[in-house]
């Protein structure tokens, strides 16, 4: 572990960074935050200042303090460990009595109990740390897009794809099936991974709250628009490139869409929902991506499709194309791999501006 740049993991808002089992002599763990040793590693809060345990729903009962949580039973595993061995060290050092729903049970909450509140808040940030901990690792169920396909922009982008297709033919890679589908372009604020028809509303809720508290205060009744013009690859060795995408920037000149976008992202971190890479959104319309191919027509699948290709041409030649103009007026929550009848992925929420 690089200990200059350990691991972080954002939860409610608050940063907790993964250590080494071993702790230096004399280190004293916070009464409020204690860590949770697992796989050799433990978490520790980074911010020690004030205390939030009052705003956290502890039911005092005539045997102590209890608590729900509602957990996805996906991460259930995760809670209880091999032979149970997670969820009753937590116990132990929590004092505390941790109820998982059976197996094919319809419930998604666990239940904790204790004499002592402070300890059922600790089982409660340990188990959320585990949580999220393993949201890191799923893979990504929805996004949080904006759509950029309007018929205007589709057809730029048609045209952009028969035009390198014949000018750089005969380049490392390049196919057909690499370029992204016109009825699906559109720019990615974060991935998210939602587990469960609760996540799913959790999620809806907070986009409509990020409506009044982030995207309404930045544009104050202005209108989004963008241009769509240049093109960019997503690493530095333009010869062996996987992701080609289109640059999209305010014609105004301003910073409000990446306001926009970093606000989002943020809200959904500290809501534990998105997988998060990143400090900053990177704003991008991806035309061109290797993975596309699993998804083109098998007829049109060639052993010319590589993990790969040659940017270098198509740079030289569309380095600087022109798609259009639009204006953003919409945020999706969009699910993977699901499309409506427009070809456009599916939605499981909307804002709009």
């Not at 004399?26 to 705003?55: A, H, L, M, N």
């Not at 809670?79 to 116990?91: L, P, S």
Request: with cysteine; hydrophobic share 35%; charged share 25%.
């Amino acid at each position: 572990m690089d200990v200059l740049k350990p691991t972080t993991i954002q939860i409610g808002g608050r940063c907790y960074r993964r250590n080494a089992t071993n702790p230096p002599p004399g280190w004293k763990f916070s009464e409020q935050v204690q860590p949770y040793q697992e796989d050799e590693e433990i978490f520790t809060s980074q911010d020690y200042e004030g205390d939030d345990s009052e705003f956290i729903d502890v039911q005092e009962t005539d045997k102590g303090f209890s608590l729900s949580m509602e957990v996805p039973s996906a991460f259930y595993g995760r809670i209880i460990g091999k032979g149970g061995e997670t969820r009753r060290r937590i116990e132990d050092e929590t004092q505390c009595k941790i109820n998982i729903p059976n197996r094919g049970s319809r419930s998604e909450v666990v239940m904790i109990h204790g004499s002592n509140r402070n300890g059922v808040i600790s089982a409660k940030t340990r188990i959320d740390l585990l949580v999220e901990e393993a949201r890191q690792k799923q893979p990504f169920t929805h996004f949080l897009s904006l759509p950029l396909n309007t018929e205007s922009l589709q057809g730029s982008f048609e045209e952009f794809r028969e035009d390198v297709l014949r000018q750089c033919h005969g380049t490392v890679g390049l196919s057909e099936a690499i370029f992204q589908k016109p009825c699906k372009l559109h720019l990615t604020i974060t991935t998210l991974v939602l587990l469960s028809k609760m996540e799913v509303m959790k999620a809806k809720e907070l986009l409509q709250i990020c409506q009044k508290e982030v995207v309404e205060p930045i544009l104050q009744g202005e209108r989004l628009n963008v241009d769509v013009r240049g093109l960019e690859c997503m690493n530095d060795e333009p010869g062996k490139v996987r992701v080609l995408y289109a640059k999209v920037e305010p014609r105004s000149k301003t910073n409000k869409l990446q306001l926009i976008a970093d606000g989002l992202m943020e809200r959904f971190r500290a809501a534990g929902l998105a997988r998060v890479d990143f400090d900053r959104v990177k704003i991008h319309a991806t035309l061109m991506n290797c993975a596309f191919w699993k998804d083109f027509d098998v007829q049109g699948r060639t052993s010319e499709v590589t993990s790969y290709f040659d940017s270098r041409p198509i740079m030289e030649k569309f380095g600087d194309y022109t798609f259009g103009s639009h204006t953003i007026d919409s945020v999706h929550i969009s699910e993977r791999s699901s499309y409506d009848a427009n070809g456009f992925y599916l939605s499981a929420g909307v804002i709009n501006f």
